[in-house]
């Protein structure tokens, strides 16, 4: 079956300007979480669903940042007034929410603030 | 605070050699592992996880877990150039749909 999918796969904004971000998890995971990753760095997380549920947004960097999901599938991720230090890998990843909770990745959103 | 901690490396391995990374976490309540694998430019891939003391083989990768000691292996046999990457550890406690990561190792395998 198909993977997550996350678009746009590049996105070139100029400072102040807001971003949308959007991520289609695996049919029928019930978890999604994004993650930010700058270059060389680990994974940072920013906030998890549970359906269409946010039970933690403690990984949002400020008040810029918010997020939701809609029908317990797509989701997005909006960044208002970017800032340079925006600029990162956004990851998004689902789960099925089982014992595991195994984490299945996206391509990722590479964000370039100019 | 929970935590979960790699050598950041890179740690250089010959072709054909085992390599060993390792990863030790904090908390005791940790039901979960997990070792993913990132190559440049890409995003994290699920390679290996492990519920139970003991060792779990898949192919060329081996994942070791001891509870007691608080750490979880992994061992890449006959190494390969491609085998090079950074590798992620992961941890979780059953109470928790989160995962807790560690910051990876940089695996460089020299021909």
């Known amino acids: 079956g198909a993977g997550v999918s996350q678009s746009p796969s590049n996105k070139v904004t100029e400072k102040g300007k807001d971003v949308e971000l959007r991520c289609d998890p695996i049919?029928?995971?019930?978890?999604l979480y994004w993650y930010r990753q700058s270059l060389g760095q680990g994974l940072e997380f920013l906030i998890y669903f549970q359906g269409n549920s946010a039970p933690d947004k403690s990984g949002l960097p400020s008040d810029r940042f918010s997020a939701e999901r809609t029908g317990g599938s797509v989701s997005t991720l909006t960044i208002q007034r970017t800032q340079q230090e925006d600029s990162a890998v956004y990851l998004c990843?689902?789960?099925?929410?089982?014992?595991?909770?195994?984490?299945?990745f996206g391509p990722g959103t590479r964000l370039t603030v100019l | 605070q929970k935590e979960v901690e790699q050598n950041s490396g890179p740690l250089s391995v010959p072709e054909g050699a085992i390599a060993s990374l390792n990863c030790t976490y904090s908390d005791r309540g940790s039901q979960s592992f997990f070792w993913y694998r990132q190559y440049s430019g890409k995003s994290p891939e699920l390679i290996m996880f492990i519920y139970s003391n003991g060792d779990k083989e898949d192919g060329r990768f081996t994942a070791q877990l001891n509870k007691a000691s608080q750490y979880v292996s992994l061992l890449i046999r006959d190494s390969q150039p491609s085998d090079s990457a950074t590798y992620l550890c992961?941890?979780?406690?059953?109470?928790?749909?989160?995962?807790?990561w560690g910051a990876g190792t940089k695996l460089i395998i020299k021909p």
């Open positions: 049919s029928g995971h019930t978890a």
């Open positions: 992961a941890v979780k406690m059953d109470s928790n749909y989160q995962l807790i």
């Open positions: 990843a689902s789960s099925s929410g089982t014992r595991g909770n195994e984490q299945f």
